[in-house]
């Protein structure tokens, strides 16, 4: 087997050398002044062991990658009672799409896209003030990322906030339906904030350590969540936490993964690793382009694909 420390290095000095980086994201007006070309990459394996390199120590938006988290806590909430509000299917469509909402009465096709996101933000806001909801989701990032900074960048929450109509269009319709049981600008305040937490890929592969290793942290001995929990989400990573580029991450990647439009990516290698990579610049379905072709090379090296070697 390559030493890992040998294929990261590897990894970072070819991506700091190739000009393909992708596209920025500009709808998100706070985005589009991340400088394209920054790459870094955090790998933690089951002893603890970090194999890091490029800027994986830099703060970036985390966006859709909380995602995993508030489905996390959701389930932890209100267990399987989850799937009455959003469903787990791949979608197909792009991260944003209302198309599907009309014939599915107002049900997210899954916790993923924006919508289904939408939803589960819903149900850890019911009871508890906006205030609350929130602090809870980023303690929780606080307590996984075993780091207290963790933080919101307010400024990346406040540029969503006023653009983020699209966002708000899915959740008047969601709303429509009884889908979504709060107040609608309550609800997308306490979305718009979790996208906005900020993480090195360093804290973000520390964060997702339970993941890789049976709900357990392997170094803690905590306890996350339950082993088939930690299973049933990293199936949902694999068919749908890169929207309608999925299928070509599980082609090429083989891990469950899930991206943000900041250009994360939290990548789960069962039983072996918790891996974090960034690069800025996106593909045409939103997802990082470095931040893919990265994990396609470690995997393969690594033989880590779920798939087989
Ligand atoms: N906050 C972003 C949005 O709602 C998240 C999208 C993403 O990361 N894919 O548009």
Same mark, same amino acid.
């Given at each position: ?11 970072? /000095? ?40 490029? @800027? ?32 787990? /299917? ?11 909402? /009309?014939? /599915? ?177 996106? @593909? ?26």
């Amino acid at each position: 087997m390559p030493d890992l420390d040998t294929v990261v290095r590897e990894i970072c /000095e070819e991506m700091a050398a190739r000009p393909d980086r992708g596209t920025v994201a500009d709808y998100i007006p706070e985005l589009a002044h991340v400088d394209p070309n920054q790459f870094g990459l955090a790998v933690i394996d089951g002893d603890g062991r970090v194999s890091a390199g490029g @800027d994986s120590e830099t703060l970036f938006s985390i966006q859709s990658i909380s995602k995993v988290f508030t489905l996390t806590l959701a389930l932890g909430m209100i267990g399987d009672r989850l799937w009455r509000r959003v469903g787990r /299917e791949p979608s197909g469509n792009p991260f944003n799409s209302i198309v599907q909402l /009309e014939r /599915e009465r107002g049900v997210p096709r899954n916790p993923f896209i924006n919508a289904g996101a939408i939803a589960v933000t819903d149900v850890i806001l019911s009871g508890h003030e906006p205030r609350e909801a929130l602090g809870e989701i980023l303690r929780f990032m606080q307590f996984l990322g075993k780091d207290p900074s963790i933080a919101i960048d307010e400024k990346v929450a406040a540029s969503e906030r006023r653009t983020g109509f699209r966002n708000s269009a899915l959740a008047y319709y969601m709303k429509s339906f009884g889908v979504i049981e709060n107040p609608v600008d309550y609800t997308l305040g306490v979305y718009f904030h979790h996208c906005a937490i900020a993480m090195s890929c360093r804290q973000l592969a520390t964060a997702g350590q339970f993941l890789a290793h049976n709900g357990l942290n392997p170094q803690t001995g905590f306890s996350v969540v339950s082993a088939e929990r930690a299973r049933r989400i990293n199936a949902i990573m694999l068919t749908c936490g890169h929207y309608d580029g999925s299928g070509e991450f599980a082609y090429r990647v083989g891990l469950p993964g899930k991206s943000g439009v900041g250009g994360g990516i939290l990548a789960v290698a069962p039983g072996r690793a918790s891996i974090a990579v960034w690069s800025p610049g996106l @593909d045409e379905a939103g997802n990082s382009h470095l931040g893919r072709v990265a994990l396609e090379r470690l995997t393969q090296r690594m033989g880590w694909s779920v798939f087989g070697v």
